[in-house]
């Protein structure tokens, strides 16, 4: 019923600049919350950033100053610009969506596949 799709991974150097990209699509009534994790080998998934309709962000420590999370709404998409990129960024980034499908009642979180990241000279 609900896709997200996530496009802009790959390879880069350190200090280099990403733009990665996330549109959700299916019956979706409304989306409250769209934004980014990822997972490094061995390690928990965490939080990236993320960004509500209203245009609230929120960043996690070690990113901020150097991501930049933002969202089209007539398009469902959410974006992450990636500037300054070390090799601790290197991971696999998901996109996460908190929205309602249609005819439902309550919002549902959903998932993509997920896309590489690998920061590395």
């Known amino acids: 019923q609900v896709q997200l799709v996530e496009s802009g991974g790959g390879l880069v150097q350190p200090g280099g600049s990403l733009r990665l990209s996330c549109a959700a699509s299916?019956?979706?009534?409304?989306?409250?919350?769209m934004g980014w994790y990822r997972q490094a080998p061995g390690k928990a998934r965490e939080l990236v950033a993320t960004?509500?309709?209203?245009?609230?962000?929120n960043y996690a420590d070690s990113v901020k100053g150097r991501f930049t999370i933002s969202r089209d709404n007539a398009k469902n998409t959410v974006y992450l610009q990636m500037n300054s990129l070390k090799p601790e960024d290197t991971a696999v980034y998901y996109c996460?969506?908190?929205?309602?499908?249609?005819?439902?009642?309550?919002?549902?979180?959903?998932w993509g596949q997920g896309t590489q990241v690998t920061v590395s000279s």
């Open positions: 299916g019956s979706i009534f409304s989306i409250n919350a």
């Open positions: 996460n969506a908190h929205l309602t499908v249609a005819g439902r009642l309550n919002p549902s979180r959903y």
């Open positions: 960004t509500t309709t209203g245009g609230n962000t």
